[in-house]
């Protein structure tokens, strides 16, 4: 796999495999009104109840959200980046401070993918 810009999300996309990918169900594309509302497309969501939809495929967790691709030049890619959930928007590498995400890391450890540095 070619990785240009050295992103070891790339790499790895054990986040979306392995979470359960829960959120708000105003975050689904829907109409109100005259008003366009939330981004994730609703064919990639299930509800879980009258609030809350999960990334489909993600339901009981351990299992790859509808929307991760994965090919051998690109590696793991999110199909809807762009109309990612907020869970999605904030699980990152690294925290705040700079240091490492124990979760992120321990996901990719699991897998036996190296740790990665902090900043």
């Known amino acids: 796999m070619t990785n240009p810009i ?4 790339f790499e790895c996309g054990q986040c979306c495999q392995k979470l359960r990918v829960s959120f708000y169900h105003g975050e689904v594309l829907h109409q109100d009104n005259d008003q366009v509302i939330g ?3 609703p064919e990639m969501v299930t509800q879980l109840t009258p609030h ?8 009981v967790g351990k299992q ?3 929307a ?3 090919d051998l030049q690109h590696g793991y890619r999110c199909s809807i ?13 690294f925290n705040e401070d ?4 124990p979760l992120c890391d321990k996901l990719r450890r699991a897998v036996g993918l190296p ?3 902090a900043s």
């Open 6 to 9: 050295n992103n070891p999300c």
């Open 39 to 41: 981004m994730v497309p």
């Open 52 to 59: 809350i939809v999960c990334m489909a495929g993600t339901e």
């Open 64 to 66: 790859p959200c509808v």
């Open 68 to 70: 991760l691709r994965h």
């Open 81 to 93: 980046y762009e109309q990612r959930p907020s869970p999605c928007r904030e699980f990152n590498i």
């Open 98 to 101: 700079g240091s490492v995400n």
């Open 115 to 117: 740790s990665i540095e």
